[in-house]
Each structure stands twice: as structure tokens, then as C-alpha cells.
């Protein structure tokens, strides 16, 4: 039985970057999946603009579906101080409308994400004052810290840091 593919150049067959660019969307995509291990994503980005600049127009009309999923890879593995220089690409190839149009959709999946971790972590917070609240009633109507621990199947030591919240 075969292993399977390790790499994406495993997967897609082999054929030059002007063969890709001949397939608009698709070449697009598998543009990025060839050359998405490179290490200089500024560079890549600046070739893949340029090569794909007659096909950006085709992506605007479907909201830059290609361009927006690209950058989300890309901006996690792009180090902070590298974002200027990736702007600097964008600038150099898309129109303000255009750039503004994808950053926007961009910064709204962050968003979103930090507001998922918020309303996260919230909950996480009011469950540990709620048990909290729960075990000093507990104590308050006469419960050992003993007979709390048997109980509720804590640890004494958790019983304690959850006493000190407030």
C-alpha cells in the first residue's frame, strides 16, 4: 500500500508557473499550494499578483474569495514585522477600493475570532465564580472543607483557589 503525499508537489503534477497562470481561478490556487512553503511571503505575493493580475478582476467579482483566503494563511504565518512590507505589495497591485474592500473582510474575521475567544473565556470566568459562589454557601451553611471535597469530588487545594475568588 502507497504512503500518502507528503508534499503538495506529491499531489499536483508537475508544470511550469506560465502552464498555472493559463487557468485563471484554479491556477490561482494551485499557484499558492505549490509555492506555499516558500519562506519569503512578501516575495510570493509579489509574484503571484503580478503573474495573476488578469484574473484578480474575476476574483473581485465573486468578493475575492481566492485573494482573502490567501492572505488569512498568509498573514498567520507572516511575522509582525513584515506586514508593511506585504501592504506595500498590495498597494502596488490592487486599486484603494479594491485593497480596502479585502482588508475590511479581513479585519472582520479577526474580529469575529477575538469576539469567539471573548464570549469564551467569559463563560470559562463565570463558571469558576459560579462553583465559587457554590462552595462558600456551602461553607457558610455549616459544610466542613472536607465534606465539601467529598462531595463535589474536588480537591482541597482547588476548594481553596476557588474560596480567594472573588
Not at 512553503?37 to 510570493?44: P, T
Not at 463563560?123 to 466542613?144: P, R, T
Amino acid at each position: 500500500m502507497k504512503n500518502p503525499p507528503n508534499y503538495v508537489s506529491d499531489i499536483l503534477p508537475p508544470m511550469s508557473n506560465d502552464e498555472i497562470r493559463l487557468k485563471k481561478h484554479l491556477g490561482m490556487l494551485e499557484f499558492m499550494m505549490k509555492h506555499i512553503h516558500q519562506r519569503d511571503m512578501i516575495k510570493l505575493w509579489d509574484s503571484f499578483l503580478e503573474m495573476f493580475q488578469h484574473v484578480i478582476f474575476l476574483d473581485k467579482e465573486k468578493g475575492f474569495i481566492y485573494v482573502k483566503y490567501f492572505l488569512y494563511y498568509t498573514d498567520a504565518k507572516l511575522p509582525q514585522e513584515k506586514q508593511a512590507d506585504l501592504a506595500q505589495v498590495l498597494n502596488k497591485y490592487l486599486s484603494e477600493e479594491e485593497k480596502d474592500k479585502i482588508m475590511r473582510t479581513v479585519a472582520r474575521k479577526y474580529i469575529e475570532e477575538g469576539e469567539a475567544k471573548g464570549k469564551f473565556e467569559g463563560i470559562k470566568i463565570g463558571e469558576v465564580k459560579g462553583e465559587a459562589k457554590l462552595l462558600k454557601m456551602m461553607l457558610v451553611n455549616g459544610n466542613s472543607i472536607e465534606e465539601i471535597a467529598r462531595i463535589t469530588k474536588l480537591p482541597v487545594s482547588r476548594i481553596f483557589e476557588l474560596l480567594k475568588v472573588e
